[in-house]
């Protein structure tokens, strides 16, 4: 959240304190859950500081959350209007801008913020690497990893647990403000909220019953299924459970060791588009394992 930021270069003139405790007001009404009246307020407090960049941000800010792409990319344009140097606003609107895919606006807004981006007039697709993005922050607020494709979407690549209502190759809309970090090869990595799912991928997401197979031999499943175009996962090794504070801040491993002691038991998961391909993974999977055991599957989540 924004606090009170003064339009550089010139002095804003108010008609008293009631523009800065308007602001203020929508954001403790921000706060307390109350949407509705935080936009009224910093409406309000728009009208009274005409010139005034804040109220503006605030409203973008507001409407970002509430997924009203379009107020948001107006709200942040008045803000960036008036105040040219907040970064703040022209990031909120190019995330805004990347919703409606308006890409030339979003292009310019990354470009005041100083990412550099390849040039084209149409989506942006690069490669920002392995990303650790949020699904449904409000409510379980799973954490998988994604490929980033530019500085607000990226593309699943663990397979989500039903409940995310998220699937392997979903291409979602993240915040630009971290929310806690994980570790990558060593180095901390911020995370990332969704915002939402922009596109549904064609793959379906199975529970496997593989029983008596070993961690080799389900390593050896995801090995094969990447080469194959999809992917495997053995959630009892991927998927560590963390209350939210560790989940939003610095992990604390002795924390976690308690929550690993407790967890519930995992299968592993396949991510195939139908189930006739899924078979014929599973099939070259028992010849290159030498996995006599009897698979199972169970399609679970929605149809894409």
């Not at 459970?241 to 407790?262: K, M, P, Q, Y």
Request: hydrophobic share 40%; charged share 25%; net charge negative.
């Amino acid at each position: 959240m924004c606090y009170a930021k003064w339009p550089r270069g010139h002095s804003a003139v108010f008609t008293g304190p009631s523009a800065e405790e308007l602001n203020e007001r929508g954001r403790a009404l921000s706060d307390a859950g109350d949407s509705h009246g935080a936009l009224a307020a910093y409406r309000a407090a728009a009208k009274a500081a005409p010139s005034w960049s804040v109220p503006w941000y605030n409203l973008g800010l507001e409407h970002k959350y509430r997924g009203e792409w379009r107020e948001s990319a107006d709200c942040n344009r008045e803000a960036v209007l008036r105040d040219d140097s907040d970064g703040d606003a022209w990031w909120n609107l190019g995330i805004a801008a990347t919703a409606l895919g308006a890409w030339r606006q979003a292009r310019e807004a990354w470009a005041r913020c100083g990412v550099s981006i390849p040039a084209g007039d149409g989506p942006i697709e690069t490669n920002y690497g392995l990303t650790p993005i949020r699904l449904a922050p409000a409510s379980r607020g799973e954490v998988v990893w994604c490929d980033r494709i530019d500085p607000a979407r990226a593309i699943i690549r663990n397979i989500p647990l039903p409940e995310s209502g998220r699937f392997y190759g979903d291409l979602v809309l993240h915040d630009g403000a971290p929310n806690g970090t994980r570790m990558r090869q060593g180095s901390e990595v911020p995370v990332f909220d969704e915002l939402e799912r922009l596109q549904r991928s064609a793959f379906r997401t199975y529970v496997l019953d593989v029983p008596g197979s070993t961690a080799a031999q389900r390593e050896m499943l995801a090995d094969l299924a990447f080469e194959s175009g999809m992917a495997a996962e053995d959630w009892s090794q991927s998927i560590v459970f963390l209350c939210r504070s560790c989940s939003e801040g610095v992990i604390h491993e002795r924390h976690d060791d308690d929550l690993r002691a407790t967890r519930p038991e995992l299968a592993a998961a396949a991510a195939a588009i139908n189930e006739e391909s899924l078979g014929e993974l599973i099939d070259a999977w028992r010849q290159r394992a030498g996995y006599e055991g009897r698979v199972g599957w169970t399609l679970v989540g929605e149809d894409p």
